[in-house]
């Protein structure tokens, strides 16, 4: 059974669409309504800090961090999002499939260290604005940051089989 039988392309490109989407929108929600998402959203490491004595500035810098992230994420799903539709199309190798694909595993790859960027800045962040803790710098670079990175490079690897497998086909299309 063809790989695109068992899971339909366009539903997975319908789900990352949606992820594209959601991950802005959930980001800016976080941020902008704090006092009501925060202790439900934010990192697990930050519970030692008071985040209702955040104020606006915190505020602005973690709408920015976490925004910028999640919009370069939605960047990289869209990428996926274009291979999904290309494959759907019957068009699995085709240059945009290739380069889509390849978009979202070197952000991927790139999301995995800026993962520990944004971490610190909120650690940093509600430090500033706790009182009883300021100014607390933590980096922390553990299996969870470790497996995202070595997912990312697994991806930059697939990614490049990807596009070798495109250009053998050319070249197999240019003999027939």
């Known amino acids: 059974m063809p790989p695109s039988r068992i899971l339909p392309p366009r539903l ?16 800016a929600a976080i941020w902008l309504f704090w006092d009501q998402l925060a202790p439900y959203s934010i990192d697990p490491a930050a519970r030692y800090y008071d985040a209702t ?3 606006a500035a915190g505020r602005i810098a973690g709408f920015a961090l976490f925004f ?8 990289g799903l869209l990428g996926l999002r274009r291979t999904f539709l290309e494959a759907a199309a019957g068009r699995t190798f085709s240059l945009a499939s290739v380069y889509g694909f390849r978009r979202f595993a070197w952000i991927s790859l790139f999301m995995a260290a800026f993962g520990v960027i944004q971490r610190t800045g909120l ?3 509600l430090s500033m604005s706790d009182p009883a803790r300021q100014n607390a710098l933590s980096i922390q670079i ?4 470790l497996k ?3 997912m990312g490079v697994l991806l930059v690897f ?4 990807f596009a070798q497998a495109k250009a053998a086909k050319d070249e197999n299309d240019a003999f027939v």
């Open 12 to 27: 997975l490109a319908g789900f990352t669409l949606a992820a594209a989407i959601a991950l802005p929108l959930a980001s």
């Open 123 to 125: 650690i940093l962040i």
């Open 68 to 75: 910028t992230g999640a919009l370069i994420q939605a960047y």
């Open 142 to 145: 553990g299996t969870p940051e």
């Open 158 to 161: 697939v990614a490049q089989i």
């Open 53 to 55: 004595s955040l104020g």
């Open 148 to 150: 995202a990175m070595f």
